[in-house]
């Protein structure tokens, strides 16, 4: 079996990858040493550093995933900046922000950043659009998945296999591994 080492601190995204992975018969061994993350506006390059510089210090080829959630009536926010809204302000706050605004939409973003010991980094970025619901809603996920409405559920309430199938980081995942073959 193909192994692979995913490099992330975030239980949520591991698992996903894990499972994704694991259908298309690769073994996805988690490493939480973590790397410094760019102020970018944009995650691709945040996703290239961090899997270029874990490559070089762990003389292994690794595998990032740099993520967000892009609300256009914020004008991209959080975006990149998406884990430190999450974890100083959390979905209700996000909830607050988005009280007033007629326009809903939002995209979730993922890019895999791939990179091997002394070559280049790549990126595989997976994007899906929906809507920013008016509550939270279901208990699957993580993350802003209960406040992240697709197709009229949102992906808290979608479920982990099925959320798998059209995430953003599902459609990340699949050039990826398309590349990989
Ligand atoms: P790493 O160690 O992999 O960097 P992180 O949690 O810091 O983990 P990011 O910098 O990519 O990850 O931040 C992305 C934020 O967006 C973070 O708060 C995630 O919980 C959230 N997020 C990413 N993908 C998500 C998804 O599929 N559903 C819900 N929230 C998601």
Redesign the pocket.
Known sequence: MRKIVF????K??FS?VKDILASKGIEVIQNKD?YP?MQEDELEPIAAYGAKLTAENLGMPVM??????FIKALNGFPGPY??FV??KLGNQKVLKLMENEEDRAAS?K?VIGYCEPGKEPLTFTGTVDGNIDFEEKGSG?????PI?EYKGRT?GEWGDEE?NKV???RRALDKFLEWLQ
Do not use: M, P, Q
Not at 7 to 10: A, I
Not at 64 to 69: I, T
Not at 141 to 145: H, K, Q, R
């Open positions: 490099v992330t601190g975030n949520g995204k996903e973590g993350e990032v995933d740099d993520s967000g959630l998406s884990a999450e974890n979730f993922s996920g993580f993350g802003y998945d992240f992906f959320k995430s953003h980081r």
